[in-house]
């Protein structure tokens, strides 16, 4: 076969993978995936109804008017939830340091995804290892789930058989909810606390 067959061929072979290409993007659907929100709007935060540790009922319109720093995790968790916790709890006094006034706004928020064993005592006995002003939050199960869903947190049960118990897998964010309830920013588990305290004054003003 002489070159210039072989280029021609070629050449068509192009003009139908091209043809076939802008066939398929007239013909496919619509690619999307979960439910269609609002352009620039994020849909992490909703109302929630949960018991704190002196065993009073909180919603989310108490913390309305104020910044809310929420962090999803349980009292048995080994590593990264008391990680998260003291680096929550760090990242505030810096930005307390900083703008005092600023920092008077946030109320750093501990939600349990275990309830079975995170029960009122509990949390009242833990959440004082982490920041004075720390509101944990529990409640039954369907009141988590509940509020899970509207943060968008995944947790499950995790069987541990070398000692019979169990863990919980979770997702592992801090969020930043406005004083009007809406999404501002989140950190990862792994955020210094610097991090964090520059990204509250930077949203909150000093």
């Known amino acids: 076969m002489t070159p210039v067959r072989i280029g021609v061929l070629g050449v068509l072979a192009l003009l139908v993978l091209a043809s076939g290409w802008l066939a398929w993007q007239k013909l496919r659907p619509p690619f999307i995936v979960g439910p269609t929100t609002t352009v620039g ?19 989310d319109e108490d913390y309305h008017g104020r910044y809310m720093l929420i962090y999803f995790g349980y009292t048995y968790c080994p590593d990264i939830c008391p990680t998260s916790l003291l680096t929550l709890s760090r990242g505030l006094q810096l930005l307390a340091d900083q703008a005092p006034e600023a920092a008077e706004q946030v109320v750093p928020v501990f939600i349990t995804v275990d309830p079975e064993r995170d029960t009122v005592e509990a949390m009242a006995a833990y959440a004082p290892s982490f920041h004075p002003d720390l509101v944990a939050l529990t409640g039954t199960a369907d009141d988590i789930a509940a509020a899970a869903r509207a943060y968008r947190v995944y947790y499950a049960k995790a069987e541990d058989e070398s000692s019979g118990t169990y863990l919980m897998d979770h997702s592992s964010f801090i969020y930043l909810m406005g004083p009007d309830g809406t ?24």
């Open 41 to 59: 709007t994020v849909a992490i935060g909703g109302p929630f109804a949960l018991t704190d540790q002196t065993g009073a009922r909180r919603s």
């Open 183 to 206: 999404y501002r920013t989140h950190f990862s588990h792994a955020a210094p606390a610097e991090e964090i305290g520059e990204g509250l004054e930077r949203h909150i003003g000093g």
